[in-house]
C-alpha cells in the first residue's frame, strides 16, 4: 500500500480494531443507506417577524399538524386536535392554561401522554434509534426509548408500558415528560433548516430569530443584503453602521438596537434634538413594519432618522469617491443641491426638493461629517463593535452562512446571479479583475470574511468592508439585484419616475429553462436533477405571480414573512419542503400573535401543494449525506482487506 494510504488506515484501526467492529459498522452504515432522507425546510426573508417565524418553526410549517390529523382523525374531534397540537407547539404555556381548566389531571396525563407518545412514534419512524437517542433529553433518555419503540404484538409489554406511565404521573414528573416529548417532536419533524437570507430589518425582532437559529440542532444559512450590511456593522465599517440605524429608524424599530443589541443611541438622539429641533423632519416619518405610520415617539424617530440619513449619505459618497470601479457615481447627490432654489440635479434635470434643511452640511465639502457628526459615528462604530450579543450572532452567522450553498443537487443563494439584457453573465470589477457568476459569489464570500477577520491594521480591510456595504446596494451586488438604491430620490423628490429602481435582466428571465441551466452548470451542477432556491423578491401571488419558474427548476420562496409585503403577495411567507416523497410549497396565511395562538388555538392556516413527486421515495444513498457514508464505506472495507491480507494487525476482542 502507499505509505499515506497505510498512514491513514492506521488511523482509522483505532477506532475499528480489527474485523467485527470494522464489519459491524460497515452493516450500520449500510442499513443507514436505506433509510428515507431527512425532511428539509427552505424559508427565506425572515426580516425580523420573530413570533410568525417561532410557529412555524414549532408546528413545522404545518407539517405537525397534518401528522396529528393523519394519526387521530376517526378518534378525535377538531378541537381535540387543535388543542393537541397547540401543546406541542408551546408545552409549557399550554399546560398552565390546562391545569388551571382541569379537574380530572391524572386522567388528561395519561391520554396525553399516549397521544404524544404515538405522533412521536410518526415523526421518529424515518430515523435509526441511534439518531433518535442523540436527541432525546438525558432526564428521561431510558424512558422515551422505551415508549417510542413499543411494538403492537407486545402483548407481554403492555403492562409494562402501561407502568411507566402510571410511574411518571405518580412521581409528579409528568409535566417535565410532556414538556420534553414536545420538544422532541418539533426536534424530529424537521431534520435540515435552510435559511434563505435577510434575517435582519423591519420587523421587531431579528435579534430573537438569531437566538432560535442557534439553539437549532441543524440549520445553514446564505446571507441577504439585508445580513450583510449588519455584518458590515458589526465588524466597523462607519457606512455600514448608518446604514443600519437609518433602516431601524425607518420602520420606527430602534428597540432592536437598544434593548436587543445594547446599544446607546444618546449620542445620536442627543445630535439630532440639537441639530433638526425646528425641523418637522417631514419626510422622515417613520412607519411601523406592516408600511403604516408609526404614532409612538414619532418626533424623536423622524428626528433621528433624518440625521443618521443625512450622515449615511455623506459615508456613502466617500465609499464611492475611493472605489470609481463601483460605478455608482449617479448615487451623488449633495454636491448637487441648490438650497437657495429648493432644488436638487438629477442627470441632466433639476427636481423640486420636498426638504432642502441641512443645517450639518457644508457645500463646500458636501462628504464630509461635521465634527459632532464623526464624534457620533465613532461612538456608535464603537458600540457596534463591543456588542457582545450582535458579536455573538455575527459570528453564527459566518459559522453557518456563506454567500450560497450546494445541498442535495439543489443550489441556494438570496438575491440573483447578475446578467445583462442577453442572459449573459454580468461581470464587475474587482481587485483588477472581472469577476462573475460563481467566481463573483466566491470573491463576495471572500471579501465578507475579511472584512470582519482581518485585523484593523491590515491594508485590505477598509477595501473589505466598503464591498460589504457595496453587496447592500450596488449594481452588479448579487445580494441586491437592482440598478440603484433609490434612498434620496424617495425622500426627497416628488417625481416617481425618477424614483423607480430597475431589477436585474435576471428577474425577467426566470421562467428561461435556459438561462437557469446554464447557473446550475455554472455551479457544476446537473440542470435535470437540480434545482435553484432563492428568496430576495417578494412574489405577488394575489396578482397570480407563481413562485416556481423556469418549469419547475427554480423556486422564489419570498412569500412576504415581513409585514410590509404581504399587501403585495397576499400571503404570510411560504416554505418549500424537500422530503423523501419530492417537493411540496405550503403557503402561510398571517400570524396573529404568539399569545392569541396559545389561548385562543390558533394555527397558521396553511396550504402546501406537490411541486415535485419522485417515482421511487429518495433513501439517505441519494443524498450528499449518503456520499459521505458511502465513503466511509469503502475506506471501512479496505480496513477489512488490510486485516484479512495481514498488512495491519487486528486487536483480537477477549
Known sequence: ????????????????????????????????????????HFLSDLHGEHEAFEHIMRNASGVIKKKIDEQFETSLTLAERKSLATLIYYPEEKLRIIKEQTDSLKDWYKITLYRLVDICRVVASKYTRSKVRKALSKDFEYIMEE???EHNDFNNKQQYYAGIIDTIIQTERADAFIIQLCYLIQRLAVD??????????????????????????????????????????????EVCVAVVLRNAAKYNNLNTIEEGYGISLRPLATFAMEQYADDDCKCFIPRDNAGKNA??????VAKIHKAIA??????????????????????????????????????????????????????????????????VIDRLKINFMHSERLQKHVKFLYSKGEMYTIFNKNLLYHGCIPVDEKGELLPLCADGKLLSGKELLDYADQTMRQGYFLPENHHEKQNSLDFMWYLWCGPVSPLFGKNKMATFENYFLTDREVCEEIKNPY??????????????????????????????????????ENPIKAG???????????????????????????????????????????????????????????????????????????????????????????????????????
Not at 412569500?559 to 403585495?568: D, E, I, P, T, V
Open 1 to 40: 500500500m502507499m505509505k499515506k494510504q497505510l498512514k491513514f488506515l492506521k488511523l482509522l484501526s483505532e477506532r475499528y480494531p480489527n474485523i467485527q467492529t470494522a464489519s459491524s459498522e460497515i452493516i450500520n452504515l449500510n442499513a443507514i443507506l436505506n433509510l428515507p432522507k431527512g425532511t428539509e
Open 147 to 149: 415508549l417510542l419503540h
Open 192 to 237: 435540515h433548516l435552510h435559511i434563505i437570507g435577510d434575517i435582519f430589518d423591519r420587523g421587531p425582532g431579528a435579534d430573537v430569530i438569531m437566538d432560535t437559529l442557534m439553539k437549532y440542532h441543524c440549520v445553514d444559512i446564505q446571507w441577504g443584503n439585508h445580513d450583510a450590511v449588519w455584518m458590515g456593522a458589526a465588524a466597523g465599517s
Open 295 to 300: 404614532d409612538k415617539n414619532i418626533s424623536l
Open 310 to 375: 443625512v450622515i449615511s449619505f455623506k459615508l456613502e459618497g466617500q465609499v464611492i469617491a475611493r472605489h470609481p470601479e463601483y460605478a455608482m457615481q449617479d448615487r451623488l447627490f449633495l454636491d448637487k443641491i441648490d438650497t437657495d432654489a429648493g432644488v436638487v440635479r438629477v442627470g441632466k434635470n433639476e427636481y423640486p426638493m420636498r426638504d432642502c434643511h441641512f443645517p450639518t452640511l457644508d457645500l463646500e465639502q458636501p462628504y464630509t461629517l461635521s465634527e459632532d457628526e464623526k464624534e
Open 507 to 544: 428577474y425577467g428571465m426566470l421562467d428561461d429553462e435556459t438561462l437557469v441551466d446554464r447557473i446550475l452548470a455554472e455551479f457544476e451542477l446537473e440542470p435535470d436533477t437540480s434545482h435553484v432556491m432563492n428568496g430576495h423578491v417578494p412574489v405577488a401571488c394575489k396578482n397570480g
Open 552 to 654: 419547475g427548476k427554480l423556486f422564489i420562496i419570498d412569500g412576504g414573512l415581513s409585514k410590509a409585503y404581504q399587501s403585495k403577495t397576499g400571503i404570510a411567507g411560504y416554505t418549500l419542503i424537500f422530503n423523501s416523497y419530492g417537493m411540496l410549497l405550503t403557503s402561510h396565511q398571517p400570524f396573529s400573535t404568539r399569545k392569541q395562538a396559545i389561548r385562543e388555538e390558533q394555527d397558521i392556516h396553511s396550504t402546501t401543494v406537490v411541486v415535485e413527486k419522485t417515482l421511487n421515495r429518495i433513501k439517505v444513498a441519494d443524498t450528499d449525506i449518503g456520499l459521505e457514508l458511502k465513503s466511509q464505506i469503502a475506506d471501512l472495507q479496505m480496513l477489512l482487506k488490510a486485516y484479512r491480507n495481514g498488512t495491519i494487525s487486528e486487536e483480537k476482542t477477549n
